[in-house]
Nanobody, 125 residues
């Protein structure tokens, strides 16, 4: 699976952005699509994930209630709607695809075999 992320940019605290991740090269029925982020000097951390078949979702505590992950099956695209952005949301955001993940593994980056190139989100005060 090839992944292309887009939609990052500069936004003021409290604002919103929507990231997109377009997938190609494979059917996604058995895949989980995830978003991760990495701030300078920090480890990559889980943000959200969605099962392509069935649509089960999971979020990190840091973004729950502010971010929403969704999918458009016709476009083979996953979205991350980010609302009420905070300074600490500043990071490079990466989409990833993992095959046949169980729910408890959806937040584990080592379970994802395909990664997009990342898109930068900068939240200013």
């Amino acid at each position: 699976v090839q992944l292309q992320a887009s939609g990052g940019g500069l936004v003021q605290a409290g604002g919103s952005l929507r990231l997109s991740c377009a997938a190609s090269g494979s059917t996604l029925n058995s895949y989980v699509m995830g978003w991760f982020r990495q701030a300078p000097g920090k480890e990559r951390e889980f943000v959200a994930a969605i099962k392509w078949s069935g649509g089960s979702k999971t979020y990190s505590d840091a973004v729950k209630g502010r971010f929403t992950i969704s999918k458009d099956m016709a476009k083979n695209t996953v979205y991350l709607q980010m609302n009420s952005l905070k300074l600490e949301d500043t990071a490079g955001y990466y989409c990833a695809a993992g095959q046949s993940l169980i729910t408890s593994s959806m937040s584990n980056p080592t379970k994802y075999g395909s990664w997009g190139q990342g898109t930068l989100v900068t939240v200013s005060s």
